[in-house]
């Protein structure tokens, strides 16, 4: 039975994919340390949607086979330390997250929360929202975050609940016990690729010699990118029938955006820089300091600077269409070369 599980949540945008990936391709180093990661990690996110979905009063009963049971089966069958890394289980009340802890019990859990400064956290989000199909505009996003409006669907909602890290930690500290919630503050820009690892690694622990930390980064798309992206959201959810969900992430976020348009060279990066957000920081950082949760890394590195950047009013047409012409070469290139594959295939079953 699994004596310890390291629980990781997030937030979202605080390193969570360079992590996972650097779980997933040392998966065989870190079982030879008497760690397990259960894979596919496709596999944790199915069991995290099951649980977060279910098991509570006013809930679905969750299945004895079902997801979130089978994961928890695998780590009370492992006799070391379990790691589970899902950003989805941040924003989570009281009673989802002690749920969770009961469900793992009796292995100690500690739950990891990797928490990044407001500044950087801001655009990023809206990057996220517009490649999940967002179609709000960069000053709609900004404007919903500031006045944190949490009574609607809107971009306050859809940040605060996801990005409120002292609510977040001070729920899990009820849940877990104050004792067993650790934050690990985000390296600023210009640090070493794998401090953010190494501050993760320390509170498995895990050893780091031997194990491969060249991951690829999530891939983020300069700012024309993203605004001929948002507008092709429009059209999107224009059109009678609309996209399916699984048909959109397939083909417009995984293979348009992450693959078509992401690292487009001379495309500017989107800056943002408001007095406050530096005033929203500020009392941030005070509220986890107060809530006195172990801190790997240093609150202070969640103060927050300008990001530098273009707006995209600074945009021209050129630089629209210049991004649109790349997404319709992606398209056409990897339609031409599925076209073939077919061919290729046809052929060879004859």
Same mark, same amino acid.
């Given at each position: 039975?699994?004596?310890?599980?390291?629980?990781?949540?997030?937030?979202?945008?605080?390193?969570?994919?360079?992590?996972?990936?650097?779980?997933?391709?040392?998966?065989?180093?870190?079982?030879?340390?008497?760690?397990?990661?259960?894979? *596919? @990690? &496709?596999?944790? $996110?199915?069991? #995290?949607?099951?649980?977060? +979905?279910?098991?509570?009063?006013?809930?679905?009963? =969750? /299945?004895?086979?079902? *997801? @979130? &049971?089978?994961? $928890?089966?695998? #780590?009370?069958?492992?006799? +070391?330390?379990?790691?589970?890394?899902?950003?989805? =289980? /941040?924003?989570?009340?009281?009673?989802?997250?002690?749920?969770?802890?009961?469900?793992?019990?009796?292995?100690?859990?500690?739950?990891?929360?990797?928490?990044?400064?407001?500044?950087?956290?801001?655009?990023?989000m809206w990057q996220e929202s517009v490649q999940n199909r967002s179609t709000w505009t960069w000053a709609e996003y900004?404007?919903?975050?500031?006045?944190?409006?949490?009574?609607?669907?809107?971009?306050?909602?859809?940040?605060?609940?996801?990005?409120?890290?002292?609510?977040?930690?001070?729920?899990?500290q009820k849940a877990a016990g104050p004792d067993q919630v650790t934050v690990v503050t985000v390296p600023p820009p210009?640090?070493?690729?794998?401090?953010?690892?190494?501050?993760?690694?320390?509170?498995?622990?895990?050893?780091?010699?031997?194990?491969?930390?060249?991951?690829?980064?999530?891939?983020?798309?300069?700012?024309?990118?993203?605004?001929?992206?948002?507008?092709?959201?429009?059209?999107?959810?224009?059109?009678?029938?609309?996209?399916?969900?699984?048909?959109?992430?397939?083909?417009?976020?995984?293979?348009?955006?992450?693959?078509?348009?992401?690292?487009?060279?001379?495309?500017?990066?989107?800056?943002?820089?408001?007095?406050?957000?530096?005033?929203?920081?500020?009392?941030?950082?005070?509220?986890?300091?107060?809530?006195?949760?172990?801190?790997?890394?240093?609150?202070?590195?969640?103060?927050?600077?300008?990001?530098?950047?273009?707006?995209?009013?600074?945009?021209?047409?050129?630089?629209?269409?210049?991004?649109?012409?790349?997404?319709?070469?992606?398209?056409?290139?990897?339609?031409?070369?599925?076209?073939?594959?077919?061919?290729?295939?046809?052929?060879?079953?004859?």
């Amino acid at each position: 039975m699994a004596e310890r599980v390291v629980l990781h949540i997030g937030l979202m945008k605080s390193g969570t994919s360079f992590l996972q990936r650097v779980l997933r391709q040392n998966r065989k180093g870190l079982r030879r340390q008497g760690i397990l990661y259960p894979s *596919p @990690w &496709r596999r944790q $996110v199915d069991a #995290v949607k099951d649980v977060t +979905g279910g098991g509570l009063r006013g809930q679905p009963k =969750l /299945a004895a086979d079902g *997801p @979130w &049971r089978s994961l $928890v089966a695998e #780590v009370a069958e492992w006799p +070391g330390t379990a790691v589970v890394s899902m950003e989805f =289980l /941040a924003p989570r009340g009281v009673a989802k997250a002690r749920q969770i802890i009961a469900d793992l019990a009796p292995a100690e859990v500690e739950v990891v929360v990797t928490v990044r400064d407001l500044a950087r956290s801001i655009p990023a989000m809206w990057q996220e929202s517009v490649q999940n199909r967002s179609t709000w505009t960069w000053a709609e996003y900004v404007a919903g975050v500031e006045a944190e409006d949490r009574s609607r669907p809107g971009p306050g909602r859809a940040f605060w609940t996801r990005q409120d890290a002292p609510e977040i930690v001070e729920a899990w500290q009820k849940a877990a016990g104050p004792d067993q919630v650790t934050v690990v503050t985000v390296p600023p820009p210009g640090a070493p690729h794998d401090l953010l690892w190494q501050r993760f690694a320390s509170i498995v622990p895990v050893e780091s010699e031997g194990l491969d930390l060249d991951v690829r980064s999530n891939p983020s798309l300069g700012l024309a990118s993203l605004e001929v992206l948002r507008r092709l959201n429009l059209r999107v959810d224009a059109q009678t029938p609309p996209m399916s969900p699984r048909h959109y992430e397939r083909i417009v976020k995984q293979l348009l955006a992450k693959r078509g348009l992401a690292g487009r060279d001379g495309d500017p990066r989107l800056g943002h820089q408001a007095a406050w957000v530096v005033e929203k920081g500020d009392r941030d950082l005070e509220r986890l300091a107060a809530l006195g949760a172990r801190v790997v890394g240093d609150l202070e590195e969640l103060r927050c600077a300008p990001v530098p950047g273009a707006q995209p009013e600074d945009l021209s047409v050129e630089d629209h269409l210049e991004a649109a012409l790349d997404a319709v070469e992606y398209a056409v290139t990897q339609l031409a070369r599925r076209t073939v594959k077919d061919r290729d295939r046809r052929n060879s079953a004859r």
